[in-house]
Structure formats: C-alpha cells, structure tokens
C-alpha cells in the first residue's frame, strides 16, 4: 500500500510559477512510476506528466510541455512538478499517481496507476 499526499498548491498570476510536491509513504518508493494528472471540474483527469523509476524517463502533455517539469527524489520519496508559466487553463485540481512501472503500458493512462492522492487546487488567475 502507498499512500501519497500532495501539497504547494495555490493561487497565483498568469505568468507566475508553482512547485507541487507529492510525499509518498513506504518502503519501495523507487520501484513506482509517478504520475501527476490534472482534472476540471466536470472533466475526466487528464495526464500532466509522469517520471519512470528505473530510468527516469519523463513524459508530458503536449498541453504543458516546456512549460512543466517533473522530479523525484527516491531518498525522500517524493515525485515534485515545477510549472513555469502558468495559464489560466491551467486551473485545476492536480493529482499525483503511483504505479508499478513494469506493469505499465501507457503511462498517459489514469487507469494504468494504483493508488493517488487527495489533489491540490492550482488557480491561476488573469
């Protein structure tokens, strides 16, 4: 069982920046991809970006790339999102996901992820 808690979210200005950051409780922190997805309200969530364990590859949106960047510290186990940028489109509850990365097979996919955190409202105003 993991169990994941986001945190950083907020308000800010177009333009501005904000760091997310999602704690992750056990031991086998460094075998789990670690997603981030975003959902509006009355949306499906949506994928933002993942980090692979073994290899730290990374994946982004489209939507978001050169614009977000993903990190993990498996010593802390703790998965970051640093967001540049920001637009208000990108308002949004964010969440952060845990999966085994050997078993995923599209890490765009919510359904490819075990277990996620509360969320945390990023608003970016105009």
């Known amino acids: 069982q993991v169990q994941l808690v986001e945190s950083g979210g907020g308000l800010v200005q177009a333009g501005g920046s904000l760091r997310l950051s999602c704690a992750a409780s056990?031991?086998?922190?460094?075998?789990?991809?670690m997603g981030w997805f975003r959902q509006f309200p009355g949306k499906e969530r949506e994928f933002v970006a993942t980090?692979?364990?073994?290899?730290?590859?990374?994946y982004y949106a489209d939507s978001v790339k050169g614009r977000v960047t993903i990190s993990r510290d498996n010593a802390k186990a703790t998965v970051f999102l640093q967001m540049n940028s920001l637009k208000p489109e990108d308002t949004a509850v964010y969440y952060c996901?845990?999966?085994?990365?050997?078993?995923?097979?599209?890490?765009?996919?919510?359904?490819?992820?075990?277990?996620w955190g509360q969320g945390t409202q990023v608003t970016v105003s105009s």
């Open positions: 980090i692979r364990s073994s290899t730290g590859d990374t």
């Open positions: 996901a845990a999966g085994i990365s050997a078993f995923i097979s599209d890490f765009g996919k919510s359904s490819e992820y075990d277990y």
């Open positions: 056990g031991r086998t922190f460094s075998r789990y991809a």
